[in-house]
């Protein structure tokens, strides 16, 4: 499934946002890194045990780390999926989506 690229695509559309998506799968396009979580300022995640593998790269980066509790459920750009990340993202940064 791919809900961090869908996350992505509506952060990179709203301007003053420098966005990157990546998973944790070995298999992921794009995985976590350390240098990546250390370039982010705010990381949303879309399950705990995302937040725990990131917090394992680097502890210090709890504070700025978020659980949207999205279930890897959706593929991407489902409709669903748009309409949930835009609810959570526009609550946690204080904007609208």
């Not at 705010?42 to 593998?53: G, T, W």
Request: with cysteine; proline share 5%.
């Amino acid at each position: 499934m791919d809900r961090s690229p869908t996350g992505e695509a509506l952060l990179k559309e709203k301007a003053g946002f420098e966005v990157q998506s990546a998973g944790t799968w070995p298999q992921a396009h794009r995985r976590v890194s350390e240098s990546l979580v250390n370039w982010a300022d705010l990381i949303f995640v879309m399950e705990r045990h995302h937040k725990e593998y990131i917090l394992h790269l680097n502890p210090e980066a709890d504070r700025k780390t978020v659980v949207l509790d999205i279930p890897d459920m959706y593929y991407r750009n489902d409709p669903e999926l748009i309409r949930i990340l835009k609810h959570k993202l526009s609550t946690c940064l204080g904007i609208k989506m």
